[in-house]
Nanobody, 119 residues
Framework: QVQLVESGGGLVQAGGSLRLSCAAS????????MGWFRQTPGNEREFVAD????????YYADSVKGRFTISGDNAKNTVYLQMNALKPEDTAVYYC????????????WGQGTQVTVSS
């Protein structure tokens, strides 16, 4: 059973940076097919960024494009989300997720890490 554990969240001022980490265990790790999502109270979870199963590029939500960067370190079984130029509207619980295969949805989810951006 794949387990994902996020870390790196916290409180930061607008314009600041944070790097989230997602450590994976319990399976054969590849950063391909992994992504980050976020959720605020009363709203649905929304896509932030991912690395497709093909691993040939990365995808970002328009709201974070140019500010966030997703990357993976297979030697450390970890996926990162570097977040720069943070805005108060980036405040959310951030979740790491992983796919089971190239044609599946996101099957495995972490417990989430809170990111709060103050104005």
């Amino acid at each position: 059973q794949v387990q994902l554990v996020e870390s790196g969240g916290g409180l930061v001022q607008a314009g600041g940076s944070l790097r989230l980490s997602c450590a994976a265990s319990g399976g054969t790790f590849s950063s391909n097919g992994m992504g980050w999502f976020r959720q605020t109270p009363g709203n649905e979870r929304e896509f932030v960024a991912d690395i497709p199963w093909s691993g040939d590029r990365t995808y970002y939500a328009d709201s974070v494009k140019g500010r966030f960067t997703i990357s993976g370190d297979n030697a450390k079984n970890t996926v990162y989300l570097q977040m720069n130029a943070l805005k108060p509207e980036d405040t959310a619980v951030y979740y790491c997720a992983a796919k089971r295969g190239p044609y599946t949805g996101y099957t495995y989810w972490g417990q989430g890490t809170q990111v709060t951006v103050s104005s």
